[in-house]
């Protein structure tokens, strides 16, 4: 059996910690993802999931517990290897597409992939293909500012899958669209996912997008059910 792509395991974290505001977000939590598994998580606003998101991308540091991706265990890693790992094996995705305006959206899928490594003419033609798997390669020249923010979204999700992470993060990804384009979005997501053995774990509010997920967690008083 293959190395789960995420392994979280006792993860807790607080902020001011030890002083008299002290906050207690996360508290002990658990969780496993496969490889190919979407992770729908869900919680009440402030509860912790963007913490949680940022712990599992390497960040942000846990106060305890241990974060594994891949088999690889990373917490107590320098920063040097960390920040290797994220770039590597991790991709993110926002609520805000926070695409750079001054690039096409072909420029802001080829930029990851040139400061990992790969050679231009590698990372142009994986941008062209990805922006043709989520229907928009007659936008690539186009700068963000151009685009329906169903498109900003879809050129995020390739900029995020550009270096082929083993492991997915989104926050919201989909909660300023509008429904029709959010199921859209969502659809060129799990048709990604699917076709290269992705794992991913999704914020969302919304609960019929997170029906569609293999598996939905909820983040509540600093633990997942």
Do not use: W
Not at 105 to 115: D, F, G, R
Not at 145 to 174: H, I, K, M
Request: a neutral charge; glycine letters at 10%; proline letters at 5%.
């Amino acid at each position: 059996m293959s190395d789960p792509a995420l392994r979280l395991t006792g993860i807790e974290k607080a902020y001011n910690k030890g002083r008299p505001n002290e906050v207690r977000v996360l508290s002990g939590v658990d969780l496993v993802i496969a490889p190919g598994e979407v992770v729908a998580l869900a919680a009440p606003s402030g509860a912790g999931k963007s913490t949680l998101l940022h712990i599992a991308g390497l960040l942000d540091a846990a106060d305890a517990g241990q974060v594994e991706i891949g088999g690889r265990t990373l917490s107590g890693q320098p920063d040097s290897v960390r920040t290797e790992v994220r770039r590597r094996d991790v991709g993110f995705v926002y609520q805000f597409h926070h695409l750079l305006p001054e690039f096409s959206a072909l420029e802001n899928i080829v930029l990851p992939q040139l400061a990992d490594g790969v050679a231009a003419s590698g990372a142009e033609a994986r941008a062209r293909d990805l922006l043709e798997r989520v229907g928009i390669p007659h936008r690539a020249d186009h700068r963000p500012a151009a685009l329906s923010g169903g498109e900003q979204q879809r050129v995020a999700f390739c900029r995020a899958l550009a270096n082929r992470p083993r492991l997915l993060l989104a926050d919201e990804p989909t909660g300023n669209l509008d429904q029709a384009t959010s199921g859209r979005v969502f659809d060129t997501l799990m048709a990604l996912t699917r076709e290269t053995g992705l794992a991913a774990l999704i914020a969302t509010h919304d609960a019929a997008l997170a029906g569609r997920m293999d598996r939905k967690t909820r983040l509540e008083a600093g633990r997942l059910v």
